[in-house]
């Protein structure tokens, strides 16, 4: 499948089931956005959760390449249920980042088997600033992986590849929310006043 036809897919299960919103939310970045896309609630959809990790699978493919890492971790929390689903089917090991340091057994912040010097994927559901990913990337290299790519489903345009680039990540994402307010107002799932939202949103970072 063309990259082009992933998004148009992709635009078309988020209208579907849900996704976006708009009003007044407080991002994990801290900072208040007027639009919120739910990607939790993929998994609760289990055609759409199905087709939104083929399209995972399909990204990582062909920007990162199947040979190109050892292992696959999910950013806590959203991203933990499509990296598991994502490294199943592409037959790699998976991992968690956990949220907050563990307290008893190991008191590890990645949970899974890690060698040193296994190359690992990060993966998430969508990306701000780059902060959860930077925490986890951070994380796993002081386990001892090498972690120089993350793949989301969503860049929200807000310096966020430029973050991870600082740090030795490049980002792989299959559509910016531009291009998806700009899908959705063409299938007229939202009205122009919701597509400017979106778009005065990215234009202000």
Request: with cysteine.
């Amino acid at each position: 499948m063309k990259k082009e036809e992933m998004k148009a897919e992709l635009g078309r299960i988020l209208n579907r089931i849900g996704a976006l919103r708009f009003g007044t939310f407080k991002l994990t970045s801290g900072e208040v956005s007027p639009y919120y896309i739910d990607l939790r609630i993929v998994p609760s959809f289990p055609d759409a959760f199905k087709r939104i990790c083929d399209l995972y699978i399909e990204l990582i493919k062909s920007d990162v390449g199947a040979d190109g890492f050892d292992r696959i971790a999910g950013i806590p929390t959203a991203g933990i249920s499509f990296a598991s689903i994502t490294a199943y089917h592409l037959k790699k090991p998976s991992l968690y980042v956990r949220s907050t340091e563990r307290e008893h057994g190991r008191g590890r912040w990645v949970e899974g088997i890690l060698s040193p010097g296994d190359r690992v994927l990060l993966m998430d559901d969508l990306i701000t600033k780059g902060g959860s990913i930077l925490k986890s990337a951070e994380a796993v290299r002081a386990e001892g992986g090498v972690v120089t790519d993350a793949v989301v489903l969503l860049d929200r345009e807000e310096n966020g590849e430029a973050n991870l680039a600082k740090n030795g990540i490049k980002l792989h994402y299959l559509l910016t929310t531009s291009e998806l307010a700009r899908k959705l107002y063409d299938m007229d799932a939202i009205a122009e006043e919701q597509l400017d939202t979106i778009l005065k949103q990215v234009k202000r970072k």
